[in-house]
């Protein structure tokens, strides 16, 4: 075992999570968490790990970021020839975690991913920045390639190609996870943490705790 390992650890002491504190819509509590977040100025508030099963039984894992909470669903956005969009394509239930380790938070959302509409990746494409909608073009995502010089002269090919605009790829958009139950995760004193799930159950939700 590396050296120091088992003695890696931090005492827990930002708060207490308590059922009367929970707002009644699981969105309207994630929207208060990430605002803190980012208020708190952590890296990347947006980013969660994105996680997938392969046809095989195996689990994958990535870091994605969130760029939208539409209609009660996560929304983000991907080549959709990558190894996520076809296992997700092959199994639609996925989970996400935000590891806001900085202020002893995580939250956990398990659902089922499906496409957005076109128009909703246009209207998302139009606001990166030229220089990743050029690589968004270049990279055949998750695809094996001979170097990084490979890559590099894909990106100048679509730069030359397009000069001005630069068109959403068919290959390319956005996702929405529904979730089924979403978990938010305090950290607390002698490991004895809080963990909320918001469960859907017919038309609205249920509140449970679940032991650390």
Same mark, same amino acid.
């Given at each position: 075992? $590396?050296?120091?390992?088992?003695?890696?650890?931090?005492?827990?002491?930002?708060?207490?999570?308590? $059922?009367?504190?929970?707002?009644?819509?699981?969105?309207?509590?994630?929207?208060?968490?990430?605002?803190?977040?980012?208020?708190?100025?952590?890296?990347?508030? /947006?980013?969660?790990?994105?996680?997938?099963?392969?046809?095989?039984?195996?689990?994958?894992?990535?870091?994605?970021?969130?760029?939208?909470?539409?209609?009660?669903?996560?929304?983000?956005?991907? /080549?959709?020839?990558?190894?996520?969009?076809? $296992?997700?394509?092959? /199994?639609?239930?996925?989970?996400?975690?935000?590891?806001?380790?900085?202020?002893?938070?995580?939250?956990?959302?398990?659902?089922?991913?499906?496409?957005?509409?076109?128009?909703?990746?246009?209207?998302?494409?139009?606001?990166?920045?030229?220089?990743?909608?050029?690589?968004?073009?270049?990279?055949?995502?998750?695809?094996?390639?001979?170097?990084?010089?490979?890559?590099?002269?894909?990106?100048?090919?679509?730069?030359?190609?397009?000069?001005?605009?630069?068109?959403?790829?068919?290959?390319?958009?956005?996702?929405?996870?529904?979730?089924?139950?979403?978990?938010?995760?305090?950290?607390?004193?002698?490991?004895?943490?809080?963990?909320?799930?918001?469960?859907?159950?017919?038309?609205?939700?249920?509140?449970?705790?679940?032991?650390?």
């Amino acid at each position: 075992m $590396e050296e120091g390992l088992p003695r890696m650890r931090r005492r827990y002491t930002a708060g207490r999570l308590l $059922e009367r504190d929970l707002a009644a819509d699981p969105f309207d509590e994630f929207r208060a968490w990430l605002h803190d977040a980012v208020a708190a100025g952590l890296a990347e508030p /947006n980013a969660m790990v994105l996680s997938t099963v392969g046809a095989d039984g195996q689990p994958s894992s990535r870091t994605v970021l969130l760029k939208g909470i539409d209609d009660g669903g996560f929304v983000f956005f991907t /080549n959709r020839g990558s190894r996520k969009a076809l $296992e997700i394509e092959a /199994n639609a239930l996925v989970s996400l975690c935000f590891p806001w380790i900085a202020m002893e938070r995580q939250v956990l959302v398990c659902g089922a991913a499906a496409t957005v509409p076109r128009a909703a990746s246009q209207a998302y494409w139009v606001t990166r920045p030229r220089e990743s909608q050029v690589g968004a073009w270049a990279s055949r995502q998750s695809t094996v390639i001979g170097g990084r010089d490979e890559l590099e002269a894909a990106a100048a090919d679509v730069a030359r190609r397009y000069p001005g605009d630069v068109p959403l790829p068919e290959f390319w958009g956005g996702y929405r996870v529904e979730p089924s139950s979403i978990e938010f995760w305090q950290g607390g004193l002698a490991r004895l943490h809080d963990r909320l799930r918001y469960r859907r159950e017919d038309a609205g939700w249920v509140v449970e705790r679940l032991s650390p």
